[in-house]
């Protein structure tokens, strides 16, 4: 079992941690290709050849679901925001079992006082 000591030690490099992420968005990226309508276009030959690929970001914010175009030049950011985020979730997560973990700490080293019981 860790002391308190480490815990908070712990607590405090996961602060850190979350200091230095960067830029954060939540979602995931997908490839899309498409098919238009043109009936005379190369994506209905046979065998059809989509356009694309494209790159498309989702996501659920407030309540709601979204969806959006990335180009290719904001490719390598839009990752590095996701993989943020991806690792702000994880921190939380560690912050949080810690924060339990000494709580329960402090918690059994300090029981509660009895209680006296009166008698009438």
């Known amino acids: 079992m860790a002391t308190e ?3 908070v030690r712990r607590i405090e490099r996961i602060k850190v941690d979350l200091a ?3 830029d954060l968005r939540p979602g995931s990226l997908s490839l899309q290709y498409n098919v238009c309508g ?3 276009c190369r994506c209905k030959a ?3 050849q989509k ?4 790159y498309q ?3 659920f914010r407030h309540g709601r679901s979204r969806t959006g175009l990335v180009h290719p030049e904001h490719l390598a950011q839009v990752r590095s925001q996701i993989q943020n985020y991806q690792k702000l979730k994880l921190l939380l997560d560690q912050w949080i079992d810690a924060s339990i ?3 329960r700490l402090r918690r059994l080293g300090n029981p509660p006082a009895p209680r006296s019981r009166r008698t009438t």
Not at 51 to 54: A, L, Q, R, T, V
């Open 46 to 48: 046979d065998p059809p």
């Open 38 to 40: 043109n009936p005379n």
């Open 20 to 22: 230095h992420l960067g």
């Open 51 to 54: 356009h694309g690929p494209y």
């Open 57 to 59: 970001l989702n996501y």
């Open 5 to 7: 000591a480490e815990i």
């Open 101 to 103: 973990e000494l709580d």
